[in-house]
Structures are given as C-alpha cells and as structure tokens.
C-alpha cells in the first residue's frame, strides 16, 4: 500500500499548481483523502479532504476559495488544484488516506505518502 504525492516546486504569489496523489496496491474508491501541510517550525494542518463515496469535501479556511479537492477514482489518484498561492502557502504537502472519513478529519489517517514540496516565493 503506497500513496505518491506529486507536483510540487516553486511558484510566484498568484500562481497555481496541481498535486496528485496516485496509490498503488490497493483502490483508492473506498477510501477518503486527505491533504496536510507542514511548513518549517509549524505544525501539521489539514488542508482539505474528500470522502470516499458521494465526494463530500472539507476545506480549511485558508485555503478556502483557492483549493479545490477531487478525485479520479479510474486513474486512482486524488488531486489537489490550488490556484491564487500565496507565500504562507509554502509547505510541504501530503496526502493520506483511510476507509474511515472522521479519521482524516482529525489527522490521524492509517496510510499515508511521502510529502512533496510548495514554496510560493517571487
């Protein structure tokens, strides 16, 4: 079971980028993912959130209005659309995932992928 977080890299306030999170060995259907964030002496947050089956979302009040959350369950990947970045987004990025949603609301999902890094910097 592994979860691969991609997209990363630096980006100008305003600017956008995509993350995925594709998984391998298992399917991510039945599952709800979350995004996290972690930036240098901070701790962890949560971001935004799916679930896994009518797609219902959550999104933190930061990013609310700038993020958007979906999923591709054909392609078995999650992706994190994030548009009109700002510097305090820089962070690295993860995503996680569990059958359970109320687990990913409150941080502690089973599986999760290795982060990939955001730095929104002119």
């Known amino acids: 079971v592994q979860l691969q977080a991609s997209g990363g890299g630096l980006v100008q306030p305003g600017g956008s980028l995509r993350l995925s999170c594709a998984a391998s060995?298992?399917?991510?259907?039945?599952?709800?993912i979350g995004w996290f964030r972690q930036a240098p002496g901070k701790e962890r947050e949560g971001v935004s959130y799916?679930?896994?089956?009518?797609?219902?979302?959550y999104y933190a009040d930061s990013v609310k209005g700038r993020f958007t959350i979906s999923r591709d369950n054909a392609k078995n990947t999650v992706y994190l659309q994030m548009n009109s970045l700002k510097p305090e987004d820089t962070a690295v990025y993860y995503c996680?995932?569990?059958?359970?949603?109320?687990?990913?609301?409150?941080?502690?999902?089973?599986?999760w992928g290795q982060g990939t890094q955001v730095t929104v910097s002119s």
């Open positions: 060995g298992f399917t991510l259907d039945y599952y709800a």
């Open positions: 799916i679930s896994s089956n009518r797609g219902a979302t």
């Open positions: 996680a995932a569990d059958l359970r949603f109320d687990t990913i609301m409150v941080g502690t999902p089973r599986y």
